[in-house]
C-alpha cells in the first residue's frame, strides 16, 4: 500500500509499542522509531525509571534494585507522522495551501472549497469538529481512508445538504479535480441565478439513516404529485436523498423558487472504478412531467433559462474533458407524447449532445431496494466499485429488451428507466444465472412489503 494511504489509515500520530505496530506500518516511511528514555520499572508497585544493563542478555535494572528481563517492547515505541504524510497526501492530489490541525481534522480552506483530510477510523467525536465547517462552508470535501469513518461522516453530512462529499482512496487526485469542477458549476450557475436555500430535512436524513428502506417505501407510494406543491417538494427531497444514498454522489442543491426559471435540483458525477468515464448527470426532479406539466423550454426563441443551464453544463464538460452528459428526470410516470416533444425539441437544438434518461420513480425505489439489500449484496458482491459500474452502465447504455417504443426513443439518444428496465439491467450484467434469479424473486417479493398497490 502507498506510505502515504497507508498511514492515513491511523488516528494522527497513534503510537504504538514495538510489538503492536501493525504489519502494514512496518517500513513506512512516516512512521518513526523512538526509544523510551523513561522506562518505568515493572516491579510490582515501583514506579522509578530503570536503565538497561548491557549485560548478555541486557536486563531492566531500577535503582532499588530490581531487576527484570530486557523486553524490546517497553523500550522502543512508534509513532505516526501524520502531519508530514497530509503534506505529501495535498501535494499528490494538487490541492494548494496549509492543512491546520483542528482535533482529529487536517483542515485546508482556499478561496472556493474547503478541504477536510481525516485520518484514521471514525468515531463519534469527529462530528463536532465536522459541524462548525459544514454550517459556515458552501463547498466542502472531505477526505477519507477507512470505510467505517467515509459511512459515519457521509451520513452526517447528508443533512447538511449542499455540495459536500466524502472522497476516499484510490483515485483521491481525480475525485478533487471532479469535486473542483462541481465547484466550477455552482459558481457559473449562481453567476446566473439565485439559488434558493433549502435546508435538507432532518428528520428525512434521520431516517433514512436509521432505515435506507424507508424511502423506498415513500417513494413508491408516490402516485399524483400534480397540483400538490408541498408533495411535489417533498417528493423532489426524498428524489435528491435517494440518489445520495446511491453512491457517493455529491448533490448541489439548486431547486428554484418557483419564479418561472427552470433550472434542475442537483447534478454530480458517478465515479468509476477505472477512472476513465465520468458522465456529467443532471438531476432533474422539479421539472417532473406527468400527464398535465409541460417540460423545460430550449428553444431559443423562447429565451429559455433551461437552455442557458444545459450550456453551463456543456462548458464545465467542455473544460474538464466531460464527454457523457445525461440529463436525469424523475417522475411518477410520463407521457409518451410530451417525452418526444421534448427530445424533438433537443433533436433541432446545437445541445443535442445530452443523454436524457426518464427514471420512472419506481426504478429509484428499487436502487434503492437493490442497495440496500444485503442479501443481494452478498449474493452478486456488489462492492463499490462493481455497483457504480452497474449504475454507469444504466445511465449511458441500460441492458433490457427493448420493444418498439424503446426502440424510438433510444434512437433520440433517450431511454424510459421503469422498475424493469432497472431489474433486466442489472441481472443482465450479471454472470451467474443463479444470482439473476434470486435477485428478481427477492426485488419482487420486497415489493410486495413497500407497495400498497401489489397484489
Ligand atoms: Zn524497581
Redesign the pocket.
Known sequence: MNPVRGSLRFRFNEQFSADQLPDELDGNEFVAKHENNSIV????E???K?NVADSEPPQFV?????I?PYDESRRFYYDIDTSRAIEELLNEVAIEGQAERDGGLAVVVDSEATFIVVPGDYRDTLLQNLGQYLSGHRNICIITFTNDCRDGIKRFIDRFGGLSMVVQPPNVKRKVSKFTSLVDIRNSVEADYLPENEEVPEDLVQKIHDNPQFVVSELVNYEKIEGNKAERERMEQLSTLAFSQLMNFPLNSLGMADRGNRIPDGFGFIFDRDGSNDPLLILDSKSVSSKTRDYPKITEADDAQYRKYLEIAEDISYQHGITQRAVVFISPEYSESKIHDFLDELGRSDLDEFRVLFMELEALATLLLLRSTHAIDRKIRLDKGRWEQLLYNLIVDPKFDREPDDYELERKNADLIDKRVVVEHISQSLDEQRSKEEIIKTIEEKFKEFDPHEV
Do not use: A, L
Open positions: 520499572c515493572p516491579e510490582g515501583c514506579t522509578e530503570v531500577c535503582p532499588k534494585g530490581h527484570n
